[in-house]
């Protein structure tokens, strides 16, 4: 067990580097090759349950970078692949298998080189995730244990870690001493952490306590890291060469402030510090002033920081909550699109009555709640502020802070990094269980970092939730990305749900509106369904019909709607006569398009079908597909229903209740009056729906 503390002067940054890089090297040199059966053993059992081929490739694609002296992912990866399943032992379950894909360094007792080591560390990113650990003191130490063993498997996985634990019960009061109660708190729970942690990962683990610095935001004080708040990482070292050499660092919610004085600051703010420090907004490496010849960049190249591609928050109480699903919990937020809405949905649970029944509901804060200022203005709090919002364990609030934290973060990285809240129990599930006769449960946390998805796809069907959302009872993990912006024209959160063309709303032209960049929506068209639209074609059909569009990002997705009418209505003068109330307009998907760059990552998919089916047409909408199209099982899946018209090259699909019901026929002329269903008029417009390819073959649109 190693337990660093802050260095009086930057020689001891050396020193400790050179004794951490020659104990990693020696301590396992003898159970080098054990360990290599062993995790090829179990990643193979890991890797034949992950969802499936894109996910795979996904993965290897982000983990795809040249290794010390070691072969090519892709090779590796099909060579897992060909291994009998008989090769998996019940009695070696104590990590995750990787193969060959990450073999290890070669162990030797002879002293190696520094300067060796060094230059082969140039061309291999560390890839990081920044957990979170909130009230580790709830839990018992084989909960402890099994996510010490989920960590050390997503290090065998590729994705080192660094563990911040956050001891606050949200008792609505904060203060910067360190008082030695919670002292001795922090610290026994650091130390029973980095002990499991210790059993499973061979690097080890590491108590840091004396990495970070805080001082007032009037302060000069040279930083690596600035934050509001005035929490920075002040000790760069004591993180970053350790994290190199797999060893995970747990972080104490401690710092030291310009007197030198260890005061308390709030985990919150400790992850912000982090986040920016892996972010690379930095000052100078260290902290230090820079020195005579040297410039800052020089000093940064020589500790390489690590990718942070995922922020973490164990939680007890889980993932977001929401109002519109079953489950109670948001599955995927798209925070370019979602935050500020889910932002409002909390601060107006956190403002209901408490809930007498229930001793776990949410206190009321009344309409004067302090934490909707706080989260308006983005301000992380400062030890001993005033304004600290009364939490009184109040669930919501909790939420929205988790909520803010993730918004501000991921602000700060790549698009590709993301976001993942869930129970420490969720995390402690036994992906590869401790003997045979178990069945394995799946872990949401290694199911992301295989997948980077949640658990659950987002646009599949949902009910209301039935429990009050105010509650402490866990919830579902919730993913999160910084995710795209999402445009709908005509807008349906201005003017609800699309309407039937009418005098006062016409249908918009695709090719005119300017709104809409028409060729790039071609271009999109174009990869999606690999082949070439008549632009011109396909105009002229959807003239005077168009329900809407939805664009995700910069043309990364889209959906284009049309209201249609049943084929034994057209050129009837009671065709020209629909009120936009009639039934006989039929909410159709024209097109669905997902570049094939964005298809199987980053929640395209997910994003516009939600919009489509929960906020364009709430009510439903119907759609046709070619019968041998493999994308149909995801259509089935988010459907009401499924129906091969007849010449079965089609596949009808429909979200729409009681497809079966009959319409009323008064508004019918006598000569024409007759029963038509729901059923009968999908039937006739997916039947009769013309093409629009330039090649003018008669596949599916």
């Known amino acids: 067990m190693f337990i660093w503390s802050k260095a009086p002067a930057r020689g001891l940054e050396r020193a400790t580097r050179k004794v951490v890089l020659t104990h990693s090297r020696r301590q396992y040199a003898s159970s080098a090759k054990e360990r290599q059966r062993v995790e090829r053993q179990q990643l193979t059992r890991l890797l034949k349950e992950s969802p499936g081929k894109r996910d795979a490739r996904n993965f290897l694609k982000q983990f795809d970078a040249p290794k010390k002296g070691k072969v090519a992912i892709a090779a590796k990866a099909k060579e897992l692949a060909s291994e009998d399943a008989h090769n998996d032992s019940g009695s070696l379950r104590t990590g995750v298998n990787l193969g060959d894909l990450y073999q290890p360094t070669i162990f030797t007792r002879e002293p190696l080189p520094e300067e060796k080591y060094q230059a082969g560390e140039k061309g291999e990113p560390i890839h990081l995730a920044l957990v979170k650990l909130r009230q580790p003191q709830t839990l018992d130490n084989r909960t402890l244990a099994d996510i010490a063993l989920t960590l050390s498997q997503m290090a065998q996985l590729g994705l080192s870690t660094a563990v911040v634990l956050d001891c606050d019960e949200d008792t609505g009061t904060f203060t910067p001493e360190v008082k030695s109660e919670y002292g001795s708190l922090v610290r026994e729970q650091a130390l029973r952490l980095v002990a499991a942690v210790e059993n499973y990962n061979e690097p080890g683990a590491l108590l840091v306590e004396d990495a970070l610095a805080y001082s007032p935001l009037t302060s000069e004080m040279p930083s690596t890291v600035r934050v509001r708040g005035g929490v920075e990482v002040q000790h760069s070292y004591l993180l970053l060469p350790p994290i190199d050499d797999g060893v995970i660092p747990v972080i104490t919610p401690f710092a030291y402030d310009t007197n030198l004085k260890k005061v308390r600051v709030q985990a919150d703010d400790v992850l912000l510090a982090l986040i920016r420090e892996f972010a690379g907004l930095t000052g100078y490496v260290g902290g230090d002033a820079p020195v005579a010849g040297a410039s800052p960049s020089d000093k940064a190249n020589a500790i390489e920081r690590p990718i942070l591609d995922r922020i973490i928050i164990l939680d007890p109480l889980g993932g977001i909550p929401s109002e519109n699903r079953g489950d109670g919990a948001h599955v995927f937020v798209n925070l370019e699109a979602e935050y500020h809405d889910i932002k409002k949905e909390l601060e107006r649970l956190s403002s209901r009555p408490p809930q007498h029944h229930n001793t776990n509901s949410s206190i009321s804060f009344g309409n004067g709640n302090p ?331």
């Not at 005033?386 to 909520?403: C, F, M, T, Y």
């Not at 709430?618 to 988010?638: A, H, I, L, M």
């Open 371 to 701: 934490f909707s200022s706080f989260v308006e203005e983005e301000v992380v709090s400062l030890p001993g502020e005033s304004q600290q919002p009364q939490l009184h364990g109040s669930a919501p609030i909790r939420h929205l802070k988790n909520l803010h934290v993730l918004q501000r973060g991921l602000k700060l990285l790549p698009p590709s990094s993301s976001g993942l809240i869930l129970t420490p129990l969720e995390a402690a599930r036994k992906a590869i269980p401790d003997d045979a006769r178990t069945s394995p449960a799946k872990n949401p946390l290694l199911h992301n970092v295989l997948t980077d998805k949640p658990m659950t796809s987002s646009s599949l069907p949902t009910s209301p939730t039935s429990r009050y959302l105010g509650t402490a009872v866990p919830n579902p993990a919730t993913f999160f990305k910084k995710g795209i912006p999402l445009t709908m024209i005509p807008d349906p959160r201005t003017h609800g749900p699309w309407r039937p063309p009418s005098a006062s709303n016409p249908s918009i032209e695709l090719a005119d509106d300017p709104r809409i960049n028409f060729p790039k929506l071609v271009d999109l068209i174009d990869d999606s369904f690999r082949r070439k639209l008549h632009p011109k074609k396909y105009l002229d059909r959807i003239r005077g019909r168009v329900a809407g569009i939805i664009i995700a990002g910069d043309y990364e997705g889209g959906a284009i709607c049309t209201w249609e009418t049943p084929s034994s209505l057209q050129g009837t003068a009671f065709s020209s006569s629909l009120s936009p109330d009639s039934p006989y307009w039929i909410p159709y998907l024209d097109k669905f398009a997902v570049l094939t760059s964005s298809q199987g990552s980053g929640g395209v998919s997910d994003i516009v079908w939600a919009a489509l089916t929960r906020t364009c047409f709430p009510d439903g909408v119907v759609w046709r597909s070619r019968t041998s199209n493999p994308v149909n099982k995801w259509y089935q899946e988010r459907s009401k229903g499924m129906w091969n018209l007849p010449g079965d090259q089609w596949t009808m699909f429909w979200t729409t209740e009681g497809v079966e019901r009959g319409w009323s026929t008064d508004e019918w002329a006598d000569a024409e009056r007759r029963q038509m269903t729901r059923w009968d008029a999908y039937v006739d417009v997916c039947s009769g729906i013309e093409p629009s390819w330039a090649d003018g073959i008669q596949r599916a649109d």
